[in-house]
């Protein structure tokens, strides 16, 4: 991410930050770093790297580049993106545009040859860190759709369910604190930090959607502008469902995010004012009322029967404000899911590669630290010291 002091209009002492990554599946995870670099300054600009450079470093991406840029523009905290950034992040690219300092999160990041992408900033003093978000990564998210199409689905024996799960959550050598399965714990201070906190004024027009909106991705976020587009002055208000409802009407293993991930991803949203948390999946007369409902949008998708069989969306057609809203995009979260799939074998050997570089790295890390331990301070030299301070 990058803050660019010309369009932040700020003193000598307001620092500029910026930051690149590859968000090569953009989820909450990336969208709380990116909350957490902009409260470091005043103009957020975010570097997306290219397919190919992410395919030459990691692996290959879940989502394209054109879909990463549109999704992270769509992450309200951020002010500006720069397509196809480097990779490696240079002093060049920070001066190139007017970044005081990038920030990253508290993992590591290397090159394809097992080099640290922020080495050069580091040395210079311009670099910061921001805390990961526990409880997800890119890895976990396409370990859930791996195994949901293993075990999830079958009476299949634990023992193959676990196999894949350790595909995921360890590597040969050992588990890197980086890489593979931890649990999301969900707090009020979290939603409070994702939250707008902005109430309806007079005049705003107030429009509700609901669904699962699993695995947040660029086909919510097209249908999202959409909605955002239908007024002037929009207030835009979307209930989520509980688990078991999704899971009653799409079946399977879905979803794959549970209740409190949906909330933060659609929280992050530009497009999104407030969030109902387990929404009746009828939109029925009290919820229209409560929140003073002037529209009520679906997209094109299949509208599921409620439990007993009736409308969800009887109401609103009864009052003459529901609209069927054509986003032009036909991406799915089971699309998603199949991508996942098609490329199983790939997405698998791409985390035990990283996973391998990472615990590498560790390693060298501990040895540095039992070299310098042993070493008199002054005959320790200065690239010592940085690499155990960071």
Known sequence: MYKKGE??????????PGQEADYDMVHYGHSNQLRQAKAMGDFLIVGVHTDAEISKHKGPPVFTQAERYKMVRAIKWVDEIVEGAPYVTTLETLDKYNCDFCVHGDDITLTVDGKDTYAEVKREGRYRECK????????????????????HHSNMVSSYYQQHTDNFGKGPKGHSPWTGVSQFLQ???????????????????????AGAFDLFHIG?????????????????????????????????NYPIMNIHERTLSVLACRYVSEVVIGAPYAVGK????????????????????????SDPYAEP???????????????????????????????????QKKEAKEMAVIEAMKRREQQENSTPLNEINHSQLFMTTT
């Not at 999202?224 to 409802?245: C, N, S, T």
């Not at 003073?292 to 069989?309: A, I, N, S, W």
């Not at 995009?329 to 098609?342: K, S, Y």
């Open 7 to 16: 369009h932040a209009k700020s003193t000598p002492k307001d620092p500029q």
């Open 132 to 151: 990961r978000t526990q409880g997800v990564s890119t890895t976990d998210l396409v370990g859930r759709m791996l195994l949901m199409t293993k075990a």
């Open 187 to 209: 707090t009020s201070q979290k939603i409070i930090q994702f939250a707008s906190g902005k109430e309806p004024q007079p005049g705003d027009t107030i429009i509700y959607v």
């Open 220 to 252: 919510h976020v097209d249908f999202l502008e959409m909605v955002y587009k239908q007024a002037e002055r929009p207030y835009v208000i979307v209930g989520l469902h509980f688990d078991q409802e999704v899971n009653r009407y799409k079946g399977k």
């Open 286 to 309: 009290d919820l229209l009322d409560h929140f003073k409902v002037d529209l009520v949008c679906h997209g094109k998708t299949e509208v599921f029967p409620d439990k007993d069989g």
């Open 317 to 351: 057609r009864k009052r003459g404000i529901f609209r069927i809203i054509n986003s032009g995009n036909n991406l799915t979260t089971d699309d998603i899911v199949q991508r996942i799939i098609e490329n199983r074998l790939q997405f698998e050997a791409r985390n």
